[in-house]
Nanobody
Framework: QVQLVESGGGLVQAGGSLRLSCSGS????????MGWFRQAPGKEREFAAA???????IYADSVKGRFTISRDIAKNTVYLQMNSLKPEDTAVYYC?????????????????WGQGTQVTVSS
């Protein structure tokens, strides 16, 4: 069983930065692939970034070059550093985890989810 808790969301002006954190529990957390997804009002949940157990990372085109995903194995924590934020980045951001090995950008490939943290970017 894995429990995920996100933190770090908030209100920021366009061009600003935020760092989201996702703390996980469970002995095998370090072996899980981790993803960050986001969902804006009236839209489907969409992929933002993912990191494998080996440290391989992938990003959605919409955030590439602005967002950085990383993980601290010792702290059981995954981070999403978000720079040069835009109003269209406004959404609830969710952390997700799964024991599967191949990298995945689809929500239904992740079994465990956090409760979400709101990110609002003002223009």
């Amino acid at each position: 069983q894995v429990q995920l808790v996100e933190s770090g969301g908030g209100l920021v002006q366009a061009g600003g930065s935020l760092r989201l954190s996702c703390s996980g529990s469970g002995r095998t957390f370090s072996t899980y692939r981790m993803g960050w997804f986001r969902q804006a009002p009236g839209k489907e949940r969409e992929f933002a970034a993912a990191i494998s157990r080996y440290g391989t990372v992938i990003y959605a085109d919409s955030v590439k070059g602005r967002f950085t995903i990383s993980r601290d194995i010792a702290k059981n924590t995954v981070y999403l550093q978000m720079n040069s934020l835009k109003p269209e980045d406004t959404a609830v951001y969710y952390c997700a985890a799964d024991a599967g090995v191949p990298m995945s950008t689809t929500p239904d490939r992740y079994y465990y989810w956090g409760q979400g943290t709101q990110v609002t970017v003002s223009s």
